[in-house]
């Protein structure tokens, strides 16, 4: 039997998963997390996952970004910290395609753990999917 596949959502789509119900391509994003519950696939973040979804949650949910983020916190999803593998793929994708080193983290992890990274960031996407390991979250189901 073959591993898991690897996903690696971005901000952008796990605050889909706890903001309205009308958020653009929630249910995709939603099939991402069922996946991962029902052992379908892994998912696998870096750890400034967690900065990037409480900045935006204190500005478009503030009376409950405290509860929002112990939720999100719950699931553990396992962290993967910069090693000079992954430095080495997040400096050649910020120079090469001038994205932010923090959207690298996420397309290198992809990269190096031969995962998709999902992301609703149509500008990221358009920057750097000639680096593969990249789905935009309205494709993904």
């Given amino acids: 039997m073959s591993s898991p596949k690897i996903i690696v959502p971005d901000a952008s789509v796990i605050l889909k998963w706890v903001l309205r119900d009308d958020e653009m391509h929630r249910e995709n994003a939603l099939a991402i997390l069922s996946g991962w519950l029902d052992g379908k696939h892994e998912i696998v973040v870096?750890?400034?996952?967690?900065?990037?979804?409480?900045?935006?949650?204190?500005?478009?949910?503030?009376?409950?970004?405290?509860?929002i983020m112990e939720k999100l916190l719950q699931y553990e999803f396992p962290e993967i910290e910069i090693s000079g593998a992954l430095l080495s793929i997040m400096i050649e994708l910020t120079q090469s395609k001038r994205v932010t080193f923090y959207d690298a983290a996420y397309h290198a992890i992809a990269i190096l753990e031969k995962g998709k990274f999902v992301t609703f960031d149509k500008e990221y996407y358009n920057k750097a999917k000639d680096k593969g390991h990249i789905q935009l979250l309205d494709s993904f189901m």
């Fill in 46 to 67: 870096p750890p400034l996952w967690r900065y990037e979804v409480g900045n935006i949650l204190t500005r478009r949910e503030p009376l409950y970004v405290g509860a």
